[in-house]
């Protein structure tokens, strides 16, 4: 392949193919749509990937838990209110430890919201929307070219850590056309993992908890604990591997933005005055990683599309006040980020928004 | 083989009431299972929540015990992905027909080669005796204390809505017909759906004047009667098969189809 316009879902989808990934089970919804599209005309012409257009998102959720226990590589894509709808699956995948992959392009919620307009406010719902305690993994891309990679990394990491993993998408991001060459794109693809259904052992997946030989364990509190602690320091090892991230722009500069997805993109026109830490792994989160730098800025400002989910954990991880500019209501452009910051007295002296290029790229 | 290996007696007894219905449709499974042929190698359990849920874990299967509702959903999958495989999903009737409703309604209507075995106990048992979608109504429950409100939900009805698919309705009772019925359901091509009513002594029968449950057993004897021949619809308390128009079904050789 050579160089062509690629459409971000159109490069999450190639991803997914080239990670291996053979079922795919999905409902419509803007803005992921294009996802199921491309799933459907791609499996009528490859009878060996399967693909089922269900009747919701809890049937496509499940669907790719069964499908991936039978032995495919599977994947949903979905939106934010799907993917409310698909956390209860969440919570079994990662009880019973399922790999899958679940595509979120994130619009503007909550309720249905803005569904073409991008969004960024489903980032805690992918750490904390199912019940219980679970190590979700979730990768943020914030180009064409990465929505290609961090796809197979996404697939990839699933098999390592048995778990649903999470990749971001927006709907800016994954309806933006941009001139790549995938083939240049060389990521390892991780084999499966989990020996499939029928294997002529007699296993018991459940998502109820149990001792090893199936019998109910649900009131050995015990038992839970060292359950839980083996799936999560297991989960937390692996994402070590996939400790994706950039770290930019303008390093001299006395203030750090933190910016991830589409935002960082965005918010480029601001290089000269501000330093860069783009978080592409968004859980776990990178500590280490952001300690390293944050200590050399004197001011941290965190540029999301919600009203400060991740400013909050910024500042739960380095445990210090970070200002924050949220872009809601679907502006997602450098006119609203000026805007963001003049309100908190942080727009740089000087910087003009280029009425002719409001969408940064590159 | 015997009946017996497709059973994980180790783990016996169950933790099913005694004089619970639910035993008694695994054992005509597991018979069914062996007359077939059908083990671990090519055949998987899909189990869903509630008490029926609780089957895979005593069957020499793999079994995958769903969220609640989710059974088909997953059973789907797997059978699509690996179509070789006999895809067998036990559950209740509130598993099945309420929180799984939606699904139930859709996987009809796609015609997966899936069997379906529904224990039918009008009641959610396993919470404590709560009305469900197949609770007749008046039935007192604890959640319907002046009697359940609503007519129960028309499994016959759901199924038929697609033409293709096989519907049986037996009891526990009828131990013959219960059998021939799960064998037929596991050969039929397409989808099929077992409908057992079955005894809940502990949390609806002694509440609605049942003093045991033999008591429950005996009144499905004398309550049910088989179908005349060839009958294409089945009357309340009727047992009997009907099928659909068998469609050649794609690929595979599980449940039915003969590849």
């Given at each position: 392949m050579a160089k062509r316009l690629v459409q971000g879902n159109e490069a999450v989808f190639l991803g997914a193919v080239k990670a291996g990934a053979s079922f795919f089970a999905g409902y419509p919804i803007s803005p992921s749509s294009e996802i199921l599209a491309q799933a459907s005309v791609y499996a009528s012409k490859n009878p060996e990937f399967r693909f089922l257009q269900e009747e919701d998102e809890i049937a496509s959720a499940n669907a790719i838990l069964g499908g991936s226990l039978a032995g495919a590589k599977s994947f949903t894509a979905t939106s934010g209110p799907g993917f409310s709808l698909m956390q209860e699956a969440v919570g079994y995948g990662h009880k019973v430890g399922i790999p899958c992959v679940i595509v979120n392009v994130m619009r503007v919620g909550p309720g249905t919201g803005m569904p073409t307009m991008p969004g960024q406010g489903d980032l805690l719902q992918t750490r904390y929307g199912s019940t219980g305690d679970y190590t979700s993994i979730v990768f943020y891309p914030s180009t064409v070219a990465e929505c290609y990679e961090y796809s197979i990394q996404a697939f990839n990491a699933a098999e390592e850590s048995r778990s649903p993993v999470v990749l971001l998408s927006d709907a800016f991001l994954g309806h933006l056309n941009e001139v790549a060459d995938l083939d240049t794109i060389d990521v390892p693809v991780v084999p499966r993992t989990l020996e499939p259904l029928a294997s002529g052992s007699t296993r018991l997946f459940s998502g109820?908890?149990?001792y090893p030989d199936g019998?109910?364990?649900?009131?050995?509190g015990d038992e839970f604990i060292r359950q839980y602690y083996e799936s999560r320091d297991n989960r937390l090892a692996v994402a070590e591997k996939y400790n994706f991230h950039e770290y930019g722009w303008n390093k001299d500069a006395e203030t750090l933005v933190i910016a991830f997805g589409i935002t960082a993109r965005v918010a480029r026109p601001l290089a000269p005055y501000f330093a860069l830490f783009r978080p592409i792994?968004?859980?776990?989160?990178l500590d280490k990683e952001l300690a390293e730098v944050a200590g050399k800025y004197k001011k941290i400002v965190v540029i999301e599309g919600s009203d400060g989910q991740y400013a909050s954990v910024v500042e739960h991880m380095l445990l210090r006040r970070v200002e924050r500019v949220p872009l809601l209501g679907g502006r997602m452009s450098i006119e609203a980020i000026s805007e963001g910051l003049d309100r908190i007295g942080m727009?740089?002296?000087g910087f003009a928004v280029d009425k002719k290029s409001t969408v940064a790229v590159g | 083989m015997a009946v017996k290996d497709k059973l994980k007696t180790e783990l016996f007894p169950t933790i099913w009431c005694p004089g619970c219905g639910i035993g008694l449709i695994m054992q005509q499974l597991a018979s069914v299972m062996d007359d077939l042929g059908l083990d671990k190698t090519n055949t998987v359990l899909i189990t869903g929540i509630g008490?029926?849920?609780r089957m895979g874990a005593y069957m020499n299967f793999e079994s995958v015990y769903t969220l609640h509702g989710r059974t088909l959903p997953v059973a789907e999958a797997i059978k699509l992905v690996r179509p070789e495989l006999n895809v067998i999903v036990v559950s209740g009737d509130g598993d099945t027909a309420s929180i799984g409703g939606n699904h139930l309604l859709h996987s009809i209507r796609r015609n997966p080669n899936v069997t379906v075995i529904c224990n039918n106990n009008e009641i959610y048992g396993l919470t404590g005796g709560q009305a469900g979608p197949t609770t007749p109504k008046g039935t007192s429950t604890i959640s319907s204390p002046s009697g359940a409100g609503y007519s129960p939900i028309n499994l016959q009805g759901v199924v038929a809505s697609n033409p293709n698919a096989f519907y049986a309705k037996t009891t526990v009772y009828h131990q013959g017909p219960m059998k021939k019925a799960i064998k037929e359901a596991i050969q039929w091509p397409g989808f099929a759906f077992v409908d057992v009513a079955s005894q809940c002594i502990e949390n609806n029968g002694r509440r609605i004047g049942f003093s045991s449950a033999n008591d429950m057993l005996q009144n499905y004897r004398t309550e049910y009667k088989a179908a005349p021949a060839g009958a294409t619809h089945l009357e309340p308390h009727q047992t009997g098969i009907v099928k659909g128009e068998p469609l050649p079904v794609a690929g595979g050789s599980g449940n039915g189809s003969k590849n």
């Open positions: 109820v908890a149990t019998e109910p364990a649900t009131a050995d792994r968004m859980w776990p989160t727009l740089p002296a | 008490c029926t849920g």
